[in-house]
């Protein structure tokens, strides 16, 4: 699967921006779909994650501000990022996960700029 981000930019702290992630390939609805995102001189984190039956979880930093969501009918799944603050900038990564046959398969976007200043 191919995953294509975008929807980052540049916004003042408690502004809002949507990132999307768009999938290629079938059998979308199958795979456990997420955001990571790494800040200049920190490890790379996960901020969120979607299964297939729609459960979702987030760090503890994104509750009650990011929503995560899919549309499976459009291989896509979005972040909703409200409230944003300086220390949410990042790189995004669109990240999506499937086991077939007992193997694990990570596939990664090309990652989408946010940043937030104060």
């Known amino acids: 699967v191919q995953l294509q981000a975008s929807g980052g930019g540049s916004v003042q702290a408690g502004e809002s921006l949507r990132l999307s992630c768009a999938a290629s390939?079938?059998?979308?609805?199958?795979?456990?779909m997420g955001w990571h995102r790494q800040a200049p001189g920190k490890q790379r984190e996960l901020v969120a994650t979607i299964g297939s039956g729609g459960i979702t979880n987030y760090i503890d930093s994104a509750k009650g501000r990011f929503t995560i969501s899919r549309d499976n009918a459009a291989n896509t799944v979005y972040l909703q990022m409200n409230s944003l603050k300086p220390e949410d900038t990042a790189v995004y990564y669109c990240?999506?996960?499937?086991?077939?046959?007992?193997?694990?398969?990570?596939?990664w976007g090309q990652g989408t700029q946010v940043t937030v200043s104060s």
């Open positions: 390939g079938s059998s979308f609805s199958n795979y456990v």
């Open positions: 990240y999506a996960k499937t086991v077939r046959f007992g193997i694990t398969y990570n596939y």
